[in-house]
Protein backbone atom coordinates (compact mmCIF):
# COMPACT_ATOMS: atom_id res chain seq x y z
CA UNK A 1 0.00 0.00 0.00
CA UNK A 2 0.73 3.61 -0.02
CA UNK A 3 3.87 4.59 2.39
CA UNK A 4 4.31 8.31 3.29
CA UNK A 5 7.22 9.39 4.78
CA UNK A 6 8.57 12.87 7.07
CA UNK A 7 11.01 13.68 9.61
CA UNK A 8 9.47 14.00 12.58
CA UNK A 9 11.16 17.42 13.88
CA UNK A 10 12.21 20.88 12.68
CA UNK A 11 13.92 23.88 14.55
CA UNK A 12 13.93 27.27 12.88
CA UNK A 13 14.36 30.33 14.30
CA UNK A 14 11.35 33.46 14.08
CA UNK A 15 12.31 34.96 10.39
CA UNK A 16 13.71 32.23 8.84
CA UNK A 17 12.25 29.89 5.75
CA UNK A 18 10.76 26.59 7.26
CA UNK A 19 11.18 23.06 4.60
CA UNK A 20 8.98 20.32 5.55
CA UNK A 21 9.58 17.55 3.41
CA UNK A 22 7.52 14.37 2.78
CA UNK A 23 8.41 11.35 0.27
CA UNK A 24 5.86 8.94 -0.98
CA UNK A 25 5.82 5.51 -2.96
CA UNK A 26 2.53 5.70 -4.75
CA UNK A 27 1.93 8.30 -7.48
CA UNK A 28 -1.79 7.78 -8.31
CA UNK A 29 -2.78 10.84 -6.28
CA UNK A 30 -4.48 13.76 -7.85
CA UNK A 31 -4.06 16.04 -5.60
CA UNK A 32 -1.44 16.06 -2.95
CA UNK A 33 -2.34 18.04 0.58
CA UNK A 34 -0.63 19.89 3.74
CA UNK A 35 -2.31 19.39 6.61
CA UNK A 36 -1.54 21.69 10.29
CA UNK A 37 -2.75 20.45 13.62
CA UNK A 38 -2.12 22.88 16.42
CA UNK A 39 -1.62 21.68 19.96
CA UNK A 40 -5.17 20.45 21.03
CA UNK A 41 -6.63 20.59 18.07
CA UNK A 42 -7.78 18.59 14.98
CA UNK A 43 -5.83 19.13 11.18
CA UNK A 44 -6.91 21.88 8.80
CA UNK A 45 -6.09 21.72 5.12
CA UNK A 46 -3.31 24.46 4.67
CA UNK A 47 -2.56 23.77 0.86
CA UNK A 48 -2.74 21.49 -1.51
CA UNK A 49 -1.50 20.71 -4.98
CA UNK A 50 -2.51 19.15 -8.06
CA UNK A 51 0.06 16.15 -9.52
CA UNK A 52 0.53 17.81 -12.88
CA UNK A 53 2.01 21.00 -11.37
CA UNK A 54 5.46 21.39 -10.07
CA UNK A 55 5.17 24.49 -7.49
CA UNK A 56 2.03 26.28 -6.28
CA UNK A 57 3.08 29.44 -4.30
CA UNK A 58 0.20 30.71 -1.70
CA UNK A 59 1.43 34.23 0.15
CA UNK A 60 3.95 32.55 2.54
CA UNK A 61 3.53 28.79 1.61
CA UNK A 62 5.70 27.73 -1.37
CA UNK A 63 4.87 23.48 -2.29
CA UNK A 64 7.11 21.77 -4.59
CA UNK A 65 6.62 18.75 -6.03
CA UNK A 66 9.26 16.45 -8.02
CA UNK A 67 7.38 13.91 -9.21
CA UNK A 68 9.85 11.81 -10.52
CA UNK A 69 11.87 11.29 -7.19
CA UNK A 70 8.47 11.13 -5.17
CA UNK A 71 8.69 14.12 -3.41
CA UNK A 72 6.78 16.74 -1.75
CA UNK A 73 7.54 20.01 0.41
CA UNK A 74 6.35 22.58 1.90
CA UNK A 75 8.28 26.24 2.35
CA UNK A 76 7.28 28.68 5.12
CA UNK A 77 8.72 31.89 4.51
CA UNK A 78 9.32 34.56 7.43
CA UNK A 79 8.21 31.73 9.69
CA UNK A 80 6.68 32.88 12.76
CA UNK A 81 6.20 31.36 16.41
CA UNK A 82 2.48 31.16 15.52
CA UNK A 83 3.80 28.85 12.65
CA UNK A 84 4.57 26.37 15.49
CA UNK A 85 2.73 22.97 15.11
CA UNK A 86 2.67 19.79 13.62
CA UNK A 87 2.67 19.89 9.52
CA UNK A 88 1.36 16.48 7.78
CA UNK A 89 1.44 15.57 4.33
CA UNK A 90 -1.67 13.38 2.81
CA UNK A 91 -2.36 11.82 -0.26
CA UNK A 92 -5.42 9.82 -1.57
CA UNK A 93 -5.34 6.13 -1.39
CA UNK A 94 -6.28 4.29 -3.99
CA UNK A 95 -9.21 5.72 -5.87
CA UNK A 96 -10.14 9.31 -5.09
CA UNK A 97 -13.78 8.89 -5.18
CA UNK A 98 -13.45 7.18 -1.95
CA UNK A 99 -12.15 10.16 0.00
CA UNK A 100 -9.86 8.42 1.61
CA UNK A 101 -6.68 10.26 2.58
CA UNK A 102 -3.47 8.42 3.83
CA UNK A 103 -0.98 10.68 5.90
CA UNK A 104 2.66 10.69 6.69
CA UNK A 105 3.69 10.91 10.68
CA UNK A 106 3.47 14.46 10.79
CA UNK A 107 6.39 16.92 11.67
CA UNK A 108 6.94 18.88 14.57
CA UNK A 109 7.58 22.28 13.50
CA UNK A 110 9.26 24.31 16.40
CA UNK A 111 10.00 27.99 16.13
CA UNK A 112 12.54 29.82 18.28
CA UNK A 113 12.07 33.45 18.55
CA UNK B 1 -21.38 27.00 11.84
CA UNK B 2 -19.80 23.78 14.16
CA UNK B 3 -18.52 21.71 11.29
CA UNK B 4 -18.03 18.13 12.59
CA UNK B 5 -18.28 17.67 16.21
CA UNK B 6 -17.28 14.62 18.85
CA UNK B 7 -18.02 13.67 22.26
CA UNK B 8 -16.68 12.92 24.96
CA UNK B 9 -13.66 15.14 24.38
CA UNK B 10 -11.57 13.38 27.41
CA UNK B 11 -12.56 9.53 28.45
CA UNK B 12 -10.91 7.12 30.85
CA UNK B 13 -11.79 3.74 30.56
CA UNK B 14 -10.76 0.36 32.28
CA UNK B 15 -9.84 -2.71 30.55
CA UNK B 16 -12.41 -4.34 28.90
CA UNK B 17 -15.13 -1.41 28.95
CA UNK B 18 -16.88 -0.44 26.03
CA UNK B 19 -17.79 3.03 24.67
CA UNK B 20 -19.00 4.78 22.14
CA UNK B 21 -17.31 7.85 20.91
CA UNK B 22 -19.89 10.24 18.56
CA UNK B 23 -19.76 12.13 15.51
CA UNK B 24 -22.19 14.78 13.96
CA UNK B 25 -21.19 16.97 10.94
CA UNK B 26 -23.84 19.63 9.61
CA UNK B 27 -22.18 20.70 6.10
CA UNK B 28 -23.90 17.87 4.19
CA UNK B 29 -21.29 15.76 3.53
CA UNK B 30 -21.12 12.10 2.02
CA UNK B 31 -18.23 10.79 3.40
CA UNK B 32 -16.98 10.45 6.96
CA UNK B 33 -14.12 8.85 8.97
CA UNK B 34 -12.69 7.85 12.24
CA UNK B 35 -8.45 8.42 12.43
CA UNK B 36 -6.86 7.48 15.51
CA UNK B 37 -3.62 9.38 15.86
CA UNK B 38 -0.49 8.33 17.85
CA UNK B 39 3.24 9.50 18.72
CA UNK B 40 5.24 9.65 15.08
CA UNK B 41 2.57 7.25 13.40
CA UNK B 42 0.60 10.08 12.14
CA UNK B 43 -2.96 9.36 11.18
CA UNK B 44 -4.26 5.94 10.28
CA UNK B 45 -7.59 5.34 9.12
CA UNK B 46 -9.70 3.03 11.43
CA UNK B 47 -13.13 3.38 9.37
CA UNK B 48 -14.93 5.17 6.46
CA UNK B 49 -18.04 5.61 5.51
CA UNK B 50 -18.86 6.71 1.87
CA UNK B 51 -22.35 7.52 2.36
CA UNK B 52 -25.52 7.02 4.25
CA UNK B 53 -26.44 3.46 4.97
CA UNK B 54 -22.51 2.03 4.01
CA UNK B 55 -19.25 1.51 5.97
CA UNK B 56 -15.80 0.06 5.31
CA UNK B 57 -12.48 -1.17 6.89
CA UNK B 58 -9.59 1.08 6.77
CA UNK B 59 -5.77 0.53 7.68
CA UNK B 60 -6.65 -0.26 11.55
CA UNK B 61 -10.41 -1.94 12.13
CA UNK B 62 -9.59 -4.49 14.85
CA UNK B 63 -11.22 -3.66 18.25
CA UNK B 64 -13.75 -1.09 16.42
CA UNK B 65 -17.16 -1.05 15.42
CA UNK B 66 -19.08 1.94 13.34
CA UNK B 67 -22.28 2.42 13.04
CA UNK B 68 -23.41 5.60 9.74
CA UNK B 69 -26.80 6.62 11.63
CA UNK B 70 -27.44 9.05 8.70
CA UNK B 71 -26.08 11.19 6.59
CA UNK B 72 -25.35 13.36 9.59
CA UNK B 73 -23.71 10.83 12.45
CA UNK B 74 -21.09 8.54 12.54
CA UNK B 75 -20.16 6.89 15.77
CA UNK B 76 -17.08 4.93 16.92
CA UNK B 77 -17.90 1.85 19.26
CA UNK B 78 -14.94 0.38 21.61
CA UNK B 79 -17.01 -3.22 22.51
CA UNK B 80 -13.78 -4.50 24.56
CA UNK B 81 -11.62 -1.62 25.40
CA UNK B 82 -7.59 -2.50 25.72
CA UNK B 83 -4.51 -0.48 26.14
CA UNK B 84 -3.33 -0.46 22.93
CA UNK B 85 -7.00 1.38 22.17
CA UNK B 86 -5.52 4.49 24.63
CA UNK B 87 -4.89 7.28 21.29
CA UNK B 88 -6.58 10.34 20.34
CA UNK B 89 -9.62 9.91 18.15
CA UNK B 90 -10.71 11.98 14.87
CA UNK B 91 -13.85 12.18 13.37
CA UNK B 92 -13.97 13.90 9.74
CA UNK B 93 -16.03 14.25 7.08
CA UNK B 94 -15.64 14.92 3.65
CA UNK B 95 -17.66 16.77 -0.10
CA UNK B 96 -15.56 14.42 -2.21
CA UNK B 97 -15.33 17.45 -4.46
CA UNK B 98 -13.00 17.54 -7.28
CA UNK B 99 -10.49 18.82 -4.19
CA UNK B 100 -11.18 16.18 -1.64
CA UNK B 101 -11.09 18.80 1.56
CA UNK B 102 -11.14 16.81 4.83
CA UNK B 103 -12.84 18.64 8.06
CA UNK B 104 -11.66 17.26 10.97
CA UNK B 105 -13.28 17.57 14.65
CA UNK B 106 -11.35 18.21 17.76
CA UNK B 107 -10.44 14.89 18.73
CA UNK B 108 -11.48 12.99 21.64
CA UNK B 109 -8.43 11.43 24.17
CA UNK B 110 -9.23 8.25 25.43
CA UNK B 111 -6.91 6.28 28.09
CA UNK B 112 -6.97 3.05 28.45
CA UNK B 113 -5.73 1.55 31.89
Known amino acids: GEDVEQSLFLSVREGDSSVINCTYT??????LYWYKQEPGAGLQLLTYIFSNMDMKQDQRLTVLLNKKDKHLSLRIADTQTGDSAIYFCALENGSSNTGKLIFGQGTTLQVKP | NAGVTQTPKFQVLKTGQSMTLQCAQDMNHNSMYWYRQDPGMGLRLIYYSASEGTTDKGEVPNGYNVSRLNKREFSLRLESAAPSQTSVYFC????????????FGEGSWLTVV
Open chain 2, 92 to 103: ASSSRDRVNTIY
Open chain 1, 26 to 31: DSSSTY
